[in-house]
């Protein structure tokens, strides 16, 4: 059986949750903080969550584990099969990772954890991810996913990065990422009506 580290507040360890449900993977569940200590440093190389525990060994990086993930499990895929169109949702994985999360990520300290962050800060914030929620309009389909018809790994990052990133924007920039863009609020609507999702906010309320 799968072993998962991590903590259900993590976004990242949310992901790979919600993959591990799509596909019908049984887990277990090693409630983990980020440690830099070497035992733990022996399973994650950069102590970051989560990672997971798999026959043969560990594996960490969320998206790696996602992909594994769907090699594995039992469940409908969630990468295509043309190589063409898989490598467009990786695009779109990386695309809403680097541009709209990691903006967002240098306002944490002021959104989640009642610190504050400068205000070039937040002016960097504000241009970046506008540019890459700019970007998502032109790339993505939204017909009704992502990546178009089916449920893949690109809408598993969207609901736990573009999620958090349009939290944190509304708290310190007061930004709507979303406003203009209905397309995407419909996904989020229908990604959070799907039992795996569900299960996922269920246990983080706990």
Not at 86 to 95: P, S
Not at 187 to 195: C, D, Q, T, V
Request: hydrophobic share 40%; charged share 25%; aromatic share 10%.
């Amino acid at each position: 059986m799968i072993k998962l580290y991590g903590f259900t507040l993590s976004n990242y360890f949310n992901m790979v949750k919600m993959g591990l449900l799509e596909k019908g993977l049984e887990y277990e569940f090693v409630e983990t903080q980020a440690s830099q200590d070497d035992a733990y440093l022996s399973k994650s190389p950069m102590g970051k969550v989560p990672c997971i525990e798999a026959e043969g060994g560990f594996l960490s990086e969320a998206n790696v584990i996602l992909e594994y993930l769907d090699e594995v499990g039992s469940g409908p895929a969630l990468m295509p099969k043309d190589p063409l169109q898989r490598a467009r949702v990786r695009e779109l994985m990386k695309e809403m990772e680097l541009y709209i999360e990691l903006p967002a990520r240098t306002c944490f300290p002021e959104a989640f954890f009642g610190n504050k962050v400068s205000d070039e800060v937040k002016a960097k914030a504000k241009a970046d991810l506008a540019k890459g929620v700019a970007c998502l309009k032109r790339n993505g389909k939204f017909s009704p996913y992502v990546a178009g018809d089916t449920f893949t790994n690109a809408d598993i990052i969207f609901q736990y990065s573009v999620g958090l990133a349009s939290a944190c924007a509304k708290r310190v920039l007061g930004m709507n990422l979303l406003e203009d863009f209905p397309q995407a609020k419909a996904l989020s609507e229908l990604i959070n009506s799907r039992e795996s999702a569900k299960q996922v906010a269920a246990d983080q309320k706990k």
